[in-house]
């Protein structure tokens, strides 16, 4: 529920903010603008917002600024510029948004793999040693809690160099991927 409560909050916040900084241009003072762009950079990237969820947000406060420099007849001129100003400041924000969330996933797919191609023996693609005891850890503790017991099953290959010496080492690595295999199916 975050990024939706913390769009309709910004929405919030940035109706007061923006309807403060169109009073505040009309009166006089139009370096008030900088905090609209401030809040629109802030909403989308440092609050962590999705791509698509920080362009709604954006849209919408640029539409409430724009409202409500209608509405305290802010002039024409100045009311277009500053539009103009928050709505490229809200562009260039959106984008950067969209780019740190592709990056953002990017990363986790790759560590994801990364962590795939660690946990998995490279000949036979089962799990290694490593992730092996790992999972060992977890049964054990699972099972004391539990009162159940726990089973290993070793399995040797018999006469595996002299197959391995005689047959070759891609017939030997075969063997082998044949053995994983049908301990892969069995375990299941």
């Known amino acids: 529920y975050y990024q939706p409560?913390?769009?309709?909050?910004?929405?919030?916040?940035?109706?007061?903010?923006?309807?403060?900084?169109?009073?505040m241009v009309n009166d006089g003072q139009p370096l008030y603008q900088m905090s609209n762009i401030l809040l629109v950079?802030?909403?989308?990237?440092?609050?962590?917002?999705?791509?698509?969820i920080s362009a709604m947000v954006a849209i919408g406060l640029v539409a409430v600024y724009v409202c409500s420099g209608l509405l305290f007849d802010v002039p024409r001129e100045i009311l277009n510029f500053s539009t103009v100003f928050i709505s490229s400041a809200s562009l260039m924000t959106v984008i950067a948004s969209i780019r740190v969330e592709r990056l953002s996933r990017k990363?986790?797919?790759?560590?994801?793999?990364?962590?795939?191609?660690?946990?998995?023996?490279?000949?036979?693609?089962l799990y290694n040693r490593r992730k092996f005891d790992e999972?060992?850890?977890?049964?054990w503790n699972q099972a004391r809690r539990d009162g159940e017991r726990i089973q290993l099953l070793f399995v040797d290959i018999d006469c595996f160099k002299r197959y391995n010496d005689v047959q070759g080492h891609q017939a030997g690595d075969e063997c082998i991927r044949q053995v994983a295999r049908i301990i892969d199916r069995a375990a299941r």
């Open 135 to 139: 999972l060992v850890r977890l049964a």
């Open 5 to 23: 409560i913390v769009a309709v909050s910004v929405l919030m916040f940035g109706v007061s903010l923006m309807t403060i900084s169109a009073i």
């Open 41 to 52: 950079c802030y909403a989308c990237l440092f609050l962590g917002l999705l791509g698509r």
């Open 107 to 125: 990363n986790f797919l790759e560590n994801r793999f990364l962590n795939e191609i660690a946990e998995r023996d490279g000949l036979t693609g």
